[in-house]
């Protein structure tokens, strides 16, 4: 049993002794009034056991197969050696009949140890040159004929 689970066991326990409510027991626990009553009659019915997760020790059902793991590293290693991972996914579909995606042969080979076909490169640094100073580069002029100052300076077109 896990931390969480040993909490739940816990507490349940003093519910079914009468020592804490139900609703003081949702609120330690951080779950629904209806949550805790579910948890309890199961709790009562088949014990700790029943607050561990039913799935526990169970095999994903879209897991590979371990043969086809190793089949798949044999051929990286020998047959399709210097691929790199996209084109020995489309090789595996193609040639052997294996259609598994890119992330999962990725991983295959990751967890066996092998190296990607090459290194990446770093990205090369682009440098921004300084700008050339120029007279007059930052004068700005209101061409408009709104008087935005309120008269405080001649107008622009004005001749």
């Not at 969480?4 to 609120?27: C, I, P, S």
């Not at 095999?59 to 790199?84: F, I, S, T």
């Not at 076909?117 to 580069?137: C, L, Y």
Request: with cysteine; aromatic share 4%; proline share 3%.
């Amino acid at each position: 049993m896990n931390g969480k689970e040993q909490k739940r066991a816990m507490v349940l326990t003093r519910v079914v002794e009468g020592r804490l409510t139900g609703r003081e027991a949702a609120e330690v626990l951080g779950l629904s009034l209806r949550h805790v009553r579910r948890l309890k009659a199961a709790y009562l019915r088949a014990g700790p056991a029943a607050l561990a997760h039913g799935n526990r020790g169970r095999r994903p059902a879209h897991a590979l197969e371990d043969a086809l793991g190793r089949r798949v590293v044999e051929l990286a290693q020998a047959k399709y050696r210097g691929c790199n991972r996209q084109l020995f996914t489309e090789l595996l579909a193609a040639r052997e009949g294996i259609f598994l995606s890119r992330s999962s042969v990725h991983r295959l080979l990751s967890k066996a140890g092998l190296p990607p076909a090459r290194r990446r490169r770093a990205p090369k640094h682009r440098g921004r040159r300084e700008r050339m100073s120029q007279a007059g580069m930052l004068l700005q002029v209101d061409g408009s004929r709104h008087r935005w100052l309120e008269e405080r300076g001649r107008h622009a077109l004005a001749a």
